[in-house]
């Protein structure tokens, strides 16, 4: 391939600009450093026109054009199989892209989708205005209910959206008996696997023994978060473990052109390596402060799953609490519910006079953040289970503890000193 793309491209190259652009030299193979190489490519040069007409794009056999893979992305895709347990990956340009691949590539016209009420609030809102406007229908259900979950399967459902735990309210669902109701029923299950980054759990292999007897059949992970790791890149994957599953999301993946860019894979491929180290610290730090909150005045509830007493606590401990020696690894994030009786506005003056802990969106980054949110507009059912007042999330990073704790202290105290 090498030779005959050197004898053709040697002879017309007489102009500078043109010796520029169709340069003969090729550095020496043998190359090897810790870092893959940055390939960047929309067009992808074919040795021939044979290469041209016969190569496929659907597997990772050849290269066809940059949408459809290079080698920079194909290293990212199969590192992610390894993290999640799967076989197959489609990387889109962020965790949003994700759900709306799957949902869009597995869905029609009379469908129905299932979504828990806690899940990420634009999967809900995307389902309610998109998927609508492609008369598919979609259900909330209670995460904490199986029969509810057992009661909305219809014989149009088609997808069940999972998450676990639940955005921003933190309830970990019956992960196994909901997979094991919607197997039982034939319905294709998606995880959002955010939160686990495959590390808080196996989502191929929820039992947890490496037998895989039950799983998933998608888990899709925002990689905006741990696996970036730097609050500087927006990306999402789509994985499964069927060949079958894996070609519709491909299709849709290239119909809709969900390409994404060398240099970000790039940033995703460099903080990979630690995501181990990262998440482990993250977690360790949120528990300490969760703890903590636990005993300061102004909160009368703190949601973290692997607090006992937590909405959940023991479906958590049932799919993590066995793993990584018994340790039960958990994300670095929490809410608080602070007291009915203080005002939404000093809620915000508490979020306001916090110093070290950011008012932004997202999560996994090395700065902790912190977000106010209002539950009543977020949920559509009753959450007995979530004492009254005003909930805040906060997303811990890589600050040491007794900072954070001190910041949270000197902000509570300003905010909801008694007047
Ligand atoms: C952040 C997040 C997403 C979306 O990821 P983006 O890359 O920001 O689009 C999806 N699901 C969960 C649970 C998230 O936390």
């Keep these: 391939m090498g ?38 490519a929309s067009t992808v040069i074919f040795p021939s026109v044979a290469a041209m007409r016969t ?74 205005a998109t998927l609508a406007q492609f008369g598919i229908r979609h259900v909330l259900y209670d995460p904490l209910d199986v029969a509810d979950l057992a009661a909305k399967l219809s014989p149009a459902t088609r997808l069940v959206w999972l998450e676990a735990p639940g955005s921003v309210t933190m309830e970990f669902p019956d992960l196994l008996e909901m997979v094991r109701l919607c197997k039982s029923r034939g319905v294709t299950t998606a995880l959002d696997n955010t939160w686990g980054a495959g590390l808080a759990f196996a989502p191929f292999d929820l039992m947890g023994d490496g037998s895989g007897s039950l799983a998933v059949d998608v888990s899709v992970h925002a990689l905006t978060k741990y696996p970036s790791g730097g609050g500087d890149v927006l990306m999402g994957s789509v994985i499964t473990r069927d060949a079958a599953l894996h070609l519709k999301i491909k299709l849709l993946h290239m119909h809709l052109g969900l390409g994404v860019g060398a240099n970000d894979v790039e940033a995703v491929l460099r903080s990979l ?34 607090l006992p007493g937590s909405p959940g606590h023991a479906h958590w401990q049932a799919v993590c609490g066995a793993l990584h020696g018994g340790e039960g690894w958990a994300a670095g994030l929490f809410s608080v519910v602070f007291d009915a009786r203080y005002s939404q506005h000093q809620v915000d003056a508490f979020c306001d006079g916090l110093r070290l802990f950011k008012l932004g969106y997202s999560w996994g980054g090395p700065m902790s953040l912190v977000v106010p949110y209002d539950i009543a507009s977020m949920r559509h059912r009753p959450v007995p289970h979530l004492q009254p007042g005003h909930v805040v999330r906060f997303s811990v990073g890589l600050e040491a503890v007794q900072d954070l704790q001190q910041d949270l202290q000197q902000a509570m105290q300003c905010a909801f000193a008694p007047a």
Aim: hydrophobic share 40%; aromatic share 6%.
């Design 3 to 40: 030779a005959r793309y050197h004898r053709r491209m040697k002879t017309p190259a007489t102009d500078l600009s043109t010796r520029l652009i169709h340069l003969d030299y090729q550095p020496p193979a043998g190359f090897m450093a810790p870092a893959p190489a940055v390939h960047k």
């Design 55 to 128: 190569r496929q794009w659907m597997d990772k056999s050849s290269y066809t054009y940059g949408l459809h893979g290079t080698p920079t992305t194909f290293i990212l895709e199969e590192r992610l199989c390894a993290l999640e347990g799967g076989l197959q990956c489609v990387l889109v340009p962020s965790g949003l892209a994700a759900i709306a691949n799957v949902s869009l590539a597995l869905l029609k016209a009379g469908d129905e989708v299932l979504i828990p009420d806690n899940a990420y609030g634009p999967n809900q809102s995307m389902a309610q």
């Design 273 to 306: 390596p630690s995501i181990a180290l990262r998440y482990r610290a993250h977690d360790l730090a949120a528990r300490d402060l969760a703890r903590w909150m636990q005993q300061q005045s102004p909160v009368v509830q703190v949601l973290h799953p692997a």
